[in-house]
């Protein structure tokens, strides 16, 4: 397993670019709900979907295999750590108990952490391993459709899109 500080090149940059457009683009009008429905209805890697927006924002296309090899970089840190935090939280949210609000906002400050760490090893997997060719054209669509299609053979997100191409950086 991965751990925070293991990513295979030493300590993990968490205040990063990446975390940065993630940041800026989540929170644009519809983005965040157009991504936690694609997480719920198709196990979307929240993460991995704004990487690929990422990428092409950068003006750099990912094949399918990238796009798996950095899905395979992070695995173990999502499946064993993010998932379960947020099952957590969304099982504290049930009990419907004003008593365990406070407890719950903890849960979720420790879960986006560990959001951090996860994008922080993509991150790192981003500068070790240069996945993708620089390309002119806008690969925000083809990257993030790429990944979803991966997942469940057609969808889109095109509030992510429209919110990653207002910060291109190409």
Known sequence: MIGPHDSGAGALQYDNEFWRFSLAVYCQAE????????QQALGIDVNLLLFCAWFGARGVA?????????????AAWHDQVVRPLR?????????????????????????????????????????MDSPGTANSGDAIAPNVNAYIEMKSG?????????????????
């Open 31 to 38: 983005v965040e709900q157009e991504c936690l429905v694609l």
């Open 62 to 74: 990912l094949s399918k295999e990238q796009i798996e090899t950095a899905s395979g970089a992070v």
């Open 154 to 170: 057609k969808a889109s997100a095109p509030q992510l899109i429209a919110a990653a191409s207002r910060f291109k950086m190409v």
């Open 87 to 127: 099952g957590v939280r969304q099982q504290i949210k049930t009990l419907k108990r004003d008593a365990f609000e406070n407890y719950r906002t903890k849960v979720k400050g420790i879960e986006l952490e560990a959001e951090q760490v996860e994008q922080a090893i993509l991150f790192s997997f981003s500068k």
